[in-house]
C-alpha cells in the first residue's frame, strides 16, 4: 500500500495533521508574543495595554495582575517551551499529513505521554476548553493506536 492510499484509507489522519498544524500555530504566536515581552520596555507597554483592554472585566483583569508577577526569565521560558513543542506539533502534523508510519507512532506516545497532565488540569479546574482538548486527545490516541496496532 502507497503512502498515499494510507492516507486515503483512513481520513482522519489528514484532520488530526491539521488539528496538530494548528496548534503548532498557536505555540509558535505564543513563542513570538513570550519573547516579545522579555524586554521591560515592552512588558510595561503591554501591562499598561492590558490594563485598558481589563478595566471593567474581573476575570481580565486578575489575568493582568498574575503577569506583574513574571520576570523576563519566564518569558524566555514560556517561548522555549513553547516553540519546543510547535516543533513536535509541527513534525507530527507534517508526518501525519503526508502518511509516514513513524509520525502515527510518535503521535500516539506524544499525545498520550500528556494526557495523564490534561486529565489533572481537568481535576483542578473544569473548563469546556480543558474537557475538549482531553477528549480530542483520547480520541486521537485511540484511534491511531488502532491505526498502528492493525498495521503490525
Not at 509541527?90 to 507512532?105: D, H, M, P, Q, V
Amino acid at each position: 500500500m502507497t503512502k498515499t492510499a494510507e492516507v486515503a484509507h483512513h481520513p482522519a489522519l489528514r484532520y488530526i495533521a491539521v488539528y496538530k498544524l494548528l496548534k503548532a500555530l498557536l505555540l509558535l504566536l505564543v513563542a513570538a508574543g513570550a519573547f516579545g515581552l522579555v524586554s521591560d520596555t515592552t512588558f510595561d507597554a503591554f501591562i499598561d495595554w492590558a490594563r485598558e483592554v481589563a478595566a471593567g472585566h474581573q476575570f481580565l483583569t486578575r489575568w493582568v495582575e498574575k503577569l506583574f508577577d513574571f520576570a523576563p526569565s519566564r518569558f524566555v521560558l514560556i517561548g522555549v517551551a513553547s516553540s519546543v513543542y510547535a516543533c513536535v506539533f509541527i513534525t507530527e502534523g507534517w508526518g501525519l499529513w503526508t502518511g509516514k508510519r513513524w509520525a502515527e507512532w510518535l503521535t500516539v506516545i506524544a499525545t498520550a505521554s500528556l494526557i495523564p497532565f490534561e486529565a489533572w488540569e481537568v481535576v483542578q479546574r473544569v473548563t469546556p476548553l480543558r474537557v475538549g482538548a482531553l477528549v480530542v486527545n483520547i480520541a486521537i490516541v485511540v484511534y491511531l493506536w488502532r491505526i498502528v496496532r492493525n498495521k503490525v
